[in-house]
């Protein structure tokens, strides 16, 4: 399959998931609501043009936002671990790893370690960035601190818990 038919097929599956199953799912506790919709975002290739990556990831979200009614709340999230991503790729993984080997960032390319840290920053910065504007202010510092770190770590559990369930095939880029 070709990357970009298998990418089409990963923008409507998690849009799909996170619309009529994740939002659907009753709430788990005053902290934790469940997002997976931007792993679409971590999983895109390592050697993705910046820009379209921003512009892809900016329609994601917009995307997100037209069927569950929030004009904007989830695309400026999706735009900003769009604008950190390659940098944080360039300081976890060496280049020539990059561009020699693997396709995508996964378990079996990065590592354990370095895709932890990689799920876990992103995963920070979009959960932080998207509790911010909802509420539109820190208002009670320690719960909207809670509200970030439990949806967090429900969003890490639920980003390995694909990783295991749904095992990509390591892709090898070639010279040919």
């Keep these: 399959m070709s990357s970009i038919l298998k990418n089409i097929i990963r923008f409507i599956l998690f849009i799909a998931v996170q619309v009529f199953v994740l939002n659907n799912v009753p709430p788990l506790h005053q902290f934790i609501v469940p997002y997976l919709y931007f792993l679409y975002i971590l999983w895109l290739p390592f050697n993705i043009n910046r820009f379209f990556l921003l512009i892809l990831s900016f329609a994601f979200g917009l995307t997100l936002d037209y069927f569950t009614g929030t004009p904007g709340l989830h695309a400026a999230p999706c735009v900003l671990i769009a604008f950190i991503r390659p940098f944080l790729l ?87």
């Design 90 to 176: 360039n300081l976890l993984i060496p280049q020539e790893t990059t561009e020699q080997s693997y396709l995508e960032p996964s378990i079996k390319s990065m590592g354990w370690a370095p895709y932890s840290l990689y799920a876990f920053l992103l995963t920070f910065s979009h959960h932080f960035y998207l509790v911010l504007i909802e509420w539109l202010q820190f208002g009670n510092f320690f719960y909207f601190i809670g509200k970030v770190l439990g949806t967090t770590a429900i969003s890490l559990l639920l980003i390995f818990i694909s990783e295991m369930l749904f095992f990509r095939k390591a892709r090898f880029r070639t010279n040919a």
